[in-house]
């Protein structure tokens, strides 16, 4: 275990770090690393698989120049303003390919400095990628695959993305009203749905600002839920 706040505000100087201890307690490396807006001088950061637990905020305000994320682990955030990498400066990330989902409040409120390319194709939790600011980078372009069942409350809120191509065949939406919807207030540059996509579920564009013309819905598509698009 690395207890609470063991190396909060520590100003680490360590270029490659790996977490392998089982249990990560409250913001523990909490603004332990930070490179003053020098990509080159942040830490780039493992998260392994051996990871069974996060504390809240245990990653928060640090800046990252790349997140390997491996880990299964239960995430104890239960907010936006307390997920593992609240507040932190973020440049590029990748996931595991064994995940088998991206937790509910993974990146809440985290700042991409870039621009990210993101291909998803797994269950996507609440609040995944939620941010509360619009200086956040968001998704240059976002692919939602084939093979995700599930998008969380809220999972994209508040992020741009500039092409969302929805290939999902049948995904569930964790909404239980329209501003739960996950890409509410997004601002997208352009919106494709893919020609194997058969189920459009309740309020799954709901409150998104689309900048193109027309949308074509392929006949692939045999259900469309309320609201999908309100």
């Known amino acids: 275990t690395i207890p609470d706040y063991s190396f909060a505000n520590a100003k680490l100087h ?11 307690g409250t913001a523990c490396f909490y603004n332990a690393w930070n490179a003053g807006g020098v990509k080159d001088e942040a830490v780039s950061l493992t998260v392994s698989e051996t990871v069974a637990e996060i504390g809240k905020g245990a990653f928060a305000s640090c800046e990252i120049a790349e997140l390997s994320y491996q880990s299964r682990a239960e995430l104890l955030a239960d907010s936006t303003v307390n997920g593992p990498f609240y507040l932190a400066e973020l440049y590029d990330f990748t996931f595991w390919e064994q ?13 991409f400095l870039e621009e990210k390319n993101l ?5 996507v939790g609440d609040c995944a990628f939620y941010t509360d600011f619009s200086s956040n980078q968001g998704f240059g372009t976002l692919v939602i695959g084939e093979s995700v069942t ?3 409350k809220r999972a994209f809120y508040g992020r741009d993305i500039g092409t969302l191509s929805y290939q999902a065949v049948s995904a569930v939406n964790g909404n239980e009203d329209l501003t739960e919807a996950a890409f509410y207030n997004c601002d997208l540059g ?3 749905i893919g020609e194997q996509v058969e189920t459009l579920d309740g309020g ?10 027309t949308l074509v819905i392929p006949d692939s598509v045999s259900k469309i839920g309320s609201c999908c698009f309100y």
């Open 119 to 123: 291909t998803i194709d797994m269950p």
């Open 190 to 192: 352009s919106l494709s």
């Open 150 to 152: 599930y998008m969380g």
């Open 14 to 24: 360590i270029p490659e770090y790996t977490v392998t201890t089982p249990k990560l």
């Open 204 to 213: 799954s564009f709901c409150g998104i600002r689309l900048l193109q013309d």
């Open 99 to 111: 995940l088998e989902e991206i937790p509910a409040y993974l990146f809440a409120n985290t700042e």
